[in-house]
């Protein structure tokens, strides 16, 4: 199939983003305003301009929409608070369905807020994250399961962001997992491709994507040595991804391994969420052709896109044709 006939076949995919969708807040600050608070002598950051964009699984979901999937919906927890209605709206606004989402109103939000020099155009103060560090209430992860396991037959790829980086994690708890496996068991025609920052050496039966340095902390923590296949049969998946930045992706299934350079690009913009971009290109491929080689060659094209735009950009078919 030729690229152009692999992006068509997009339109014929029903995408499912489960995990940690999240917001982002990107805040462009005034320096000149930064005069100190008459309270505390602090100086303050004076924001002057804001904009959200989904963020975490939703920028995954962001760039499926944005490739032209058939249908995409995330399946996730928000809070019952301001950040919560943001993304909602940002996500709706790209058309992407927020009927699963589970709203509680013990539960922030997951944010991230980014703040920005509006004189330089650079991220240069700490960024402002609201998290939870406590376990999911037993009540949302079973409507967290409740639903997957019913809109589950209704998607032709399931992704899964697991984002949470704290130990308790986030959406993607252990029951998460376990029915993970157990629908790609009975699913075997679907594709369930995992993206998981710390616990990737967790799941079962699914298609795993990891950038170098997190198959190498999973493989050093299992076997105290780098070794991607024992890794692949560990998890018990038909294949494991690895993104390695400008040299491209690392192909490992039951026939061995393979690398599939990436299109170079000089002086990349911004390489915030090039990952998920990848992760977006790379599913649909898969579902559409069954070949891993054509889904990482065409991972990789849509982040060549996306690196070359500020923030957590998005690639259109036509962009990806260009490239």
């Not at 959200?52 to 927890?77: D, F, M, S």
């Not at 994250?129 to 399931?158: C, M, N, W």
């Not at 369930?192 to 795993?208: A, C, P, Q, T, Y």
């Not at 024992?230 to 690392?250: D, H, I, P, Q």
């Amino acid at each position: 199939m030729t690229t152009a006939d692999i992006l068509a076949g997009f339109s014929e995919i029903a995408a499912l983003v489960v995990g940690d969708i999240c917001l982002d807040r990107w805040c462009a600050y005034d320096p000149s305003t930064a005069e100190p608070s008459r309270e505390t002598g602090i100086p303050r950051i004076g924001v002057v301009a804001t904009e959200v964009t989904p963020g975490g699984g939703g920028t995954v979901a962001n760039n499926l929409a944005a490739l032209g999937a058939a249908r995409v919906a995330v399946l996730g927890v928000v809070g019952d608070d301001g950040f919560g209605f943001e993304l909602s709206r940002a996500l709706q606004a790209r058309g992407i369905s927020t009927e699963l989402l589970v709203t509680d109103p013990g539960i922030p939000t997951f944010t991230y807020t980014k703040i920005i020099n509006c004189q330089t155009g650079i991220e240069d103060r700490p960024r402002v994250d609201f998290i939870f560090t406590k376990p999911i209430p037993a009540e949302v992860e079973r409507q967290i399961l409740h639903r997957l396991e019913a809109a589950a037959s209704g998607y032709d790829a399931i992704l899964v962001s697991d984002q949470a980086e704290t130990n308790h994690g986030g959406v993607v708890t252990p029951a998460v997992r376990n029915m993970l496996a157990d629908l790609a068991r009975r699913y075997p025609e679907k594709i369930f491709w995992v993206d998981s920052r710390k616990r990737l050496e967790l799941f079962r039966k699914v298609i795993v994507k990891a950038n170098q340095d997190e198959v190498e902390t999973a493989c050093r923590s299992l076997f105290g040595q780098l070794d991607l296949q024992r890794l692949r049969r560990r998890v018990g998946s038909r294949l494991l991804m690895v993104t390695e930045g400008a040299k491209g992706v690392l192909v490992v299934d039951q026939k061995g391994q393979c690398r599939v350079p990436t299109r170079p690009v000089a002086n990349p913009v911004d390489i915030c969420g090039a990952g998920d971009s990848f992760s977006a290109g790379a599913a649909l491929t898969l579902a559409v052709t069954g070949s891993p080689l054509e889904a990482a060659r065409l991972g990789n094209l849509v982040a060549s896109v996306t690196i070359m735009k500020k923030g957590t950009g998005t690639a259109s078919p036509e962009e990806v044709l260009q490239a």
